[in-house]
């Protein structure tokens, strides 16, 4: 199985602070990589998939990167609407797996 | 709107079963791969299980294979997951959510239900 590793599991931010979140994967996933927020009570939004693709009506301060094993989310601008906990997911394999989130919280 | 609803959660004791149903609306529904993915309170996503298009491949998490089937019903736009065997540490929101392409069966979930509480005690 595929594990994922994300970092940090949380942060504290400033509204207006650049914030950047990192996942890992055991293994080579190639571009098979993408990103949901949630916030509390809520099901999961897809942000960005396969790495770099931001996904339809998702604002563009929302950024991934990454290939292979070591990917990246970058919120350019932090909005207080962004406070929540990010995950990431391959879907390179079964079975599919979440990393364990980071929660970026208000600091 | 394109949308998902989950039903069937509840109580339910310890080596009982339970079967979780979601019904889609406003996109082709036998075009994607469905999926269920479950979250402990207070913990991380878990995907559980994930059924083609077509409901020819099915594929399990380790935690629940043997107990767990997932299913669907192209004509009623309906994705099942049966649950047996029930244990504490399968208590959790469960969410149903579709796959984004209708190429790949695995892939970015892009809809997601509003979830629905499985309590095992």
């Known amino acids: 199985d595929i594990q994922m590793t994300q970092s940090p599991s949380s942060l504290s931010a400033s509204v207006g602070d650049r914030v950047t979140i990192t996942c890992r994967a055991s293994q080579s996933i190639s571009s098979y990589l993408n990103w949901y927020q949630q916030k509390p009570g809520k099901a999961p939004k897809l942000l960005i998939y396969?790495?770099?693709n931001l996904q339809s009506g998702v604002p563009s301060r929302f950024s991934g990167s990454g290939s292979g094993t070591d990917f990246t989310l970058t919120i350019s601008s932090l909005p207080p609407e962004d406070f929540a906990t990010y995950y990431c997911?391959?879907?390179?394999?079964?079975?599919?797996?979440f990393g364990g989130g980071t929660k970026v919280e208000i600091k | 709107e394109v949308q998902l609803l989950e039903s069937g959660g509840g109580l339910v004791q310890p080596w009982g079963s339970l079967r979780l149903s979601c019904v889609a609306s406003?996109?082709?529904?036998?075009?994607?791969?469905m999926s269920w993915v479950r979250q402990a309170p207070g913990k991380g996503l878990e995907w559980v299980s994930l059924?083609?298009?077509?409901?020819?491949?099915?594929y399990y998490a380790d935690s629940v294979k043997g107990r767990f089937t997932i299913s669907r019903d192209n004509s009623k736009n309906t994705v099942y997951l049966q649950m047996n065997s029930l244990r504490a540490e399968d208590t959790a929101v469960y969410y149903c959510a579709k796959s984004s392409s209708g190429y790949y069966d695995f892939d970015a979930f892009d809809v997601w239900g509003q979830g629905t509480m499985v309590t095992v005690s």
């Open positions: 059924i083609s298009a077509r409901g020819t491949s099915t």
């Open positions: 997911q391959q879907s390179y394999s079964s079975p599919l797996t």
């Open positions: 406003e996109f082709t529904f036998s075009t994607y791969a």
């Open positions: 396969a790495a770099s």
